[in-house]
């Protein structure tokens, strides 16, 4: 009887042994059930620590970006070299800024009306407006970052004096370029253009043009390459740049920052028709407009690129 009384307790001090220790998972599981309030309370924190500030637009929700990847098509200098500086400020929300360098004037901008950019930072307004019209594109403006002014630099010819009768002179082939040449030639004194010709003048409103001078139409991203097979040439900033010139301390004359031509040949940054709200966007477009951006523009390109924001 005895033994059995014994076994009895022993059974019982037992079962209530196993029992609390089968109370430790639930223990357990109640200190897990607490983990989502604490992550909840991290992920406000995180939220609350949003990027603010100069490169960052207050009506965008970066929390919401976070992790995306905004793809650019762009020319590698300078326009490549300052996304870069947004690529940066735009880390800083965990966004991915992917820059794709082209090397022409076409591909940018039907890589950005085919969906394969998200935008595209190599180009001016009329430009723009022109390849819209001729190619039957919807690309728009959401910004004027910066200008490069064009500048003439020398080839074969050292200086304006020593430009011989018949001389050959290099400007860009396509319309709004080879108008902004045409105008720096005349500020020279080497031609006269038709009155009224302005921003849209070709070689045939040359009025006067003392010394015969032969105007060479050509891609723009050739004319440096071209430079000392001409006697001079009239050269875009970013393909002067990318050449290792600069329109500040190379050439023989420049088109002037705070002309009208400055405010009008800004080069910009363009979406496809309906993307111009997007967050991504907006994001992008505050992260290149930021003061270190302009900051990095006034340093690196001794005047041969101009912050215009």
Do not use: W
């Amino acid at each position: 009887m005895k033994k059995k009384l014994i076994s009895s307790l022993l059974a019982a001090a037992l079962t209530l042994s196993l029992a609390a220790c089968g109370s430790a998972p639930a223990a357990s599981g109640s200190e897990a059930a607490s983990e989502p309030a604490a992550s909840s309370d991290a992920a406000a924190s995180t939220e609350s620590a949003a990027p603010t500030g100069d490169g960052f637009d207050a009506s965008v929700d970066y929390a919401a970006l976070a992790g995306t990847t905004i793809t650019v098509a762009a020319s590698p200098v300078p326009h490549a070299e300052i996304l870069a500086v947004a690529a940066d400020i735009l880390a800083q929300a965990d966004i991915t800024l992917d820059v794709m360098e082209f090397t022409d004037y076409i591909q940018p901008n039907q890589a950005t009306e085919n969906g394969e950019v998200d935008a595209n930072y190599f180009q001016h307004g009329p430009y723009l407006e022109n390849f819209n019209a001729e190619n039957g594109t919807h690309l728009v403006s959401v910004g004027a970052i910066h200008y490069e002014p064009l500048g003439l630099y020398p080839g074969k010819a050292a200086s304006l004096d020593a430009l011989a009768d018949g001389a050959q002179i290099g400007v860009p082939n396509d319309p709004t370029n080879e108008a902004r040449a045409l105008q720096l030639l005349a500020a020279q004194g080497l031609i006269t253009l038709r009155e009224g010709a302005g921003l849209e003048a070709t070689k045939n409103d040359i009025e006067e043009n003392p010394k015969n001078l032969e105007i060479v139409e050509m891609e723009a991203a050739q004319l440096p390459r071209q430079l000392a097979s001409l006697d001079m040439a009239v050269i875009n900033g970013n393909y002067a740049s990318e050449a290792g010139f600069s329109s500040a301390s190379d050439a023989l004359a420049a088109e002037d920052a705070a002309s009208e031509a400055a405010q009008t040949y800004a080069n910009v940054l363009v979406v496809k028709e309906g993307s111009e709200d997007t967050p991504a966007t907006k994001a992008l477009l505050a992260a290149l407009k930021s003061q270190a951006v302009k900051d990095f523009i006034t340093e690196t390109y001794d005047g041969a690129v101009v912050a215009i924001f």
